[in-house]
């Protein structure tokens, strides 16, 4: 029996940036809110002393538990897809503050080029150069409508960087000056330089300098102790929901955040959220919590599967195009768009590798989205090429040159020489959507409550895999000018395909918003077309993947996700019927 809780005015899946974003600006304006999140309750104080790797990144302890809930992947329609068990392969949120936590906490935000991309590129190149099956569209948004958006998360999470030489204008600079220097940050910005390029320090979410945000939660400067990724701070040095936006909310005395709470369904009467429908998975109880307004803020993956399994929407159907709900996913997939490029081998040269954080390093914006004239390329859309210094640890880093053998006296010593003697650049490529690459439920897998999973079906075309061999070939030119002795290169075959792993956490699409209901799911405040109450909010709102890792794009949009929810509160009515400012 499923027993009927208090009405709240707004109810959360999720208790992740999006999900503490909306919470904080929520409570602020005096409405009560409910966090209904899955994982366990985790405070800064449990990460103190926790710096093992054998506990964080061979067991993964903060991660998704892929045997309560997964997703089933395939590369090609034609196939059955099979569940992902093994966190090596998935590495999702899953308890207070989400992913936020472990994430690496570099900060970029996303390119003008992005949120028009249709339209600039039919005026740049003509309607012929969009390959046939990619659909690509406008968000319904231009870059200077977003920016107040991007400042205020950027103030919140205490980003630390400099301006991007090539970077789209801004209405302010970034909170805190850029993260040290080092030895092998320079070595990657002179060789960059004296190619013709130009490279900047990636903004960070590690703080530089301790830093109060505008809600007055105070981060610490970062001591670069490099288990940043994976890893909660224990300096309370990294910006994540638990010492900001949740913290924020809690100060209210509005917010309720109930742990070991997973979220099943959206209920509703077909034009109005009612609330959620949860599992208390401490005593097997189910719950419904009503509320005035529904957010689904649990990743795209969860975000999706409810709205699916709830028949809300229209399904996306890859054979006739038509429908809306699983549409474009796209994502940053392993041995395509990220973790891909050159690691470079340097015999009269040691570097301090086990030093560092997750958004330490430098990048270079000069292939960045259509930075490049792609008049003469075979694919649209660009990659962003960088070094960063997330620090070497001791289970994980063993890089050998390609010619040492796997095993054996001489793998030993070389893993031992070499420590201290590689670097590593990488390409983070655009992800175009394409019409086979989609989510649905699974006709068979189910999660440990009884749901359907999500299905992902991911198929690469032509264009990213050249695009990834441009980024790599980059990484190539780089490593070669910083002076390496030797070089493995990542070769991208042409007849790469999608390898089932969810690694990056960078995932996108399936809600995705535009300027009319005829092409989205969601306006640009993540409101649901056909449900004025429920508010899809995160990547799975994107209609596509930039180039750079999302997460200031996801809190920009979360922000404005926030004001839409409280406007939508005091008046109701569909939101980008009118710009907010004719509205008030
Ligand atoms: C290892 C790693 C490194 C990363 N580094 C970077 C980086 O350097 N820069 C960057 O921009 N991005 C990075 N990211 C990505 C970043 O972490 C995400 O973009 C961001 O955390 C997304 O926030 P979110 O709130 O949308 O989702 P999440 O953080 O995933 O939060 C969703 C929450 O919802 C909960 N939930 C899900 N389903 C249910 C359910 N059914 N019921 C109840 N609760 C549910 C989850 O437990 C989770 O707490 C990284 C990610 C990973 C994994
Ligand atoms: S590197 Fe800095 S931000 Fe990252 S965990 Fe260590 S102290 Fe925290």
Redesign the pocket.
Known sequence: MVKKLKKVDAVI????????IAAAELTKAGYNVVI????KNKKHEDFIGTKDELRYSRRYEL??ELNK?TITSRNSMDKEAIPVRNNMNA??????????V???????RWMPYDFEIYSKTVERYGKDKIPKGCTMQDWGITYDEIEPYFDQYEKTAAISGEENPLGASRSDKYPNPPMKDTPNIRLFTKAAKALGYHPYRIPS?NASQTYTNPDGETINGCVYCAFC??YGCDFGAKAD?IGTVLKTARKTGKMELRNN????RVSHDGKKANGLI?TDTTTGEDFEQPADIVVL??????NI??LLHSKIGQPYDPKTGQGIIGKNFTGHFNNLSTYIGARGFFEDKKFNNFMGA??MGSSVGDFSGDNEDHTNLNYLHGYEVHYSQLGSRPIANNSVPYDTPGWGKEFKKNSIKYYNRNLFITAQTGFLPNKNTYLDLDPTYKDALGNPLLRVTVEYTKQDIERAKAGVARCEEIMKEMGADKMNVDIVRDDTVFDHKF????FFGGAIMGATPENSAVNTYSQMWNMENLFV???SSFPHTGN?????T?GAF?YRAAEGMIKFLKEGGNLAVKPLEENA
């Open positions: 899946v999720g208790s992740g940036w999006v999900g503490g209904l999140e899955r994982g991660m998704q809930d590495r999702l949120g899953n308890n207070t503050g989400g992913a936020g472990h994430w690496n906490g570099m900060s970029f979410a990724e994976e929901p709470a997973f979220v099943n949860y803020a649990g990743f795209v993956f969860t599967k409810l997750g958004g690694y990056t956490d960078h909010v995160g990547g750079y890792n999302p997460t200031v996801i979360a």
